[in-house]
């Protein structure tokens, strides 16, 4: 299963939008850390509509806690910044990877670019913008990710159907 997991996130609305996109794939959500809203909020479930109750998540306080709760492989984390080097197209994902993301206004935590510099990844952007939204990020590597494990929504989808 793959796993998407926001490290501190502020903004209820993403972290609602990408709840419904993990409901739509199957992968289940990791909230890390310090949130900048209340999962009982009404925001975060207008932009996760009817779905919340469907989601597949997971609270952990800190990133130790999740560490020790998941014990990922090193080879199983990708963590995705403006600071990567590599694009995540690059990146060969198991079907057990956690994508990692960061705050919306700070990202990853400082610590993390060197602990993990070799597990960086980036979106690629020619324009003038300084990042994406995070429910955009997260839904652009999510797929990718599900392309590469041939987890395609569209195989499950006709799964489900049967």
């Given at each position: 299963?793959?796993?998407?997991?926001?490290v501190?996130?502020?903004?209820?609305?993403?972290?609602?939008?990408?709840?419904?996109?993990?409901?739509?794939?199957?992968?289940?959500?990791?909230?890390?850390?310090?949130?900048?809203?209340?999962?009982?909020?009404?925001?975060?479930?207008r932009?996760?509509?009817?779905?919340?109750?469907?989601?597949?998540?997971?609270?952990?306080?800190?990133?130790?806690?999740?560490l020790?709760?998941?014990?990922?492989?090193?080879e199983?984390?990708?963590?995705?910044?403006?600071k990567?080097?590599?694009?995540?197209?690059?990146?060969?994902?198991?079907?057990?990877?956690?994508?990692?993301?960061?705050?919306?206004?700070?990202?990853?935590?400082k610590?993390?670019?060197?602990?993990?510099?070799?597990?960086?990844f980036?979106?690629?952007?020619?324009?003038?913008v300084?990042?994406l939204?995070l429910?955009?990020?997260?839904?652009i590597?999510?797929?990718?990710?599900l392309?590469?494990?041939?987890?395609?929504?569209?195989?499950?989808?006709?799964?489900?159907?049967?």
């Amino acid at each position: 299963m793959l796993n998407i997991v926001l490290v501190n996130p502020e903004i209820p609305f993403n972290t609602g939008n990408i709840g419904r996109s993990c409901v739509a794939t199957g992968t289940r959500l990791h909230l890390v850390g310090k949130l900048g809203f209340k999962i009982a909020s009404k925001e975060i479930r207008r932009s996760g509509l009817d779905y919340w109750p469907n989601l597949d998540y997971r609270r952990h306080e800190t990133w130790d806690a999740f560490l020790q709760a998941e014990k990922p492989a090193e080879e199983q984390l990708f963590f995705l910044s403006t600071k990567g080097k590599t694009a995540y197209w690059d990146a060969a994902f198991p079907p057990d990877a956690f994508l990692v993301f960061g705050a919306e206004s700070c990202g990853l935590p400082k610590d993390f670019y060197e602990r993990y510099k070799n597990r960086l990844f980036t979106i690629p952007m020619t324009g003038p913008v300084r990042s994406l939204n995070l429910s955009a990020s997260a839904a652009i590597v999510l797929f990718e990710a599900l392309r590469q494990c041939s987890c395609t929504v569209k195989k499950q989808a006709t799964e489900n159907n049967r």
